[in-house]
């Protein structure tokens, strides 16, 4: 286990129930059982606030403490821009997400390819709210 995957994971800032939510998405991975819902406050297309909880493996906790980072004080548009990225990420461009996502690095390594699905799953729950 990758001792930094531990160390943001364990940044649970973002880790709460939000409950004057505008937007919320909630998804289980079919093939692990990690489950992560997300609730967003949302306006004029920008992130105020972002909640997320779940049960799930440290790699998808990681991956949504980090999202929850990134999502804040920006735009729903540039967010979908990001859930695109990472799928082609793990579609075989491995430099997208060094060009423009650079806190992502961290946890967007070759290494980690076989838990993709545990790391996807909170952009693909954020994607159900900020797809265009």
């Known amino acids: ?3 930094e995957i531990l160390n943001i994971a364990s940044d649970t800032d973002n880790n709460k129930n939000i ?3 505008t937007h919320h998405s909630k998804l289980k991975n079919s ?4 489950e992560i ?3 967003l406050v949302i306006k004029d ?3 105020i606030d972002f909640g997320y909880q ?7 906790q990681a991956s949504a403490s980090l999202l929850s980072k990134i999502s804040i004080n920006n735009k729903k548009n ?4 990001l859930c695109d990225d990472v799928k082609l990420y793990f579609d075989g461009n491995l430099k997208i997400i060094e060009d423009k996502w650079m806190s992502l690095k961290k946890l967007f390594k ?3 390819l076989s838990r993709k699905e545990c790391i996807l799953l909170p952009f693909k729950t954020l994607k159900r709210i900020v797809k265009i």
């Open 1 to 3: 286990m990758d001792l």
């Open 19 to 21: 409950k004057n939510h």
């Open 31 to 34: 093939l692990c059982g990690d």
């Open 37 to 39: 819902e997300i609730k």
């Open 45 to 47: 297309d920008k992130i």
């Open 54 to 60: 779940g049960k799930s493996c440290i790699y998808c």
């Open 78 to 81: 540039k967010l979908n821009e």
């Open 110 to 112: 070759k290494e980690n």
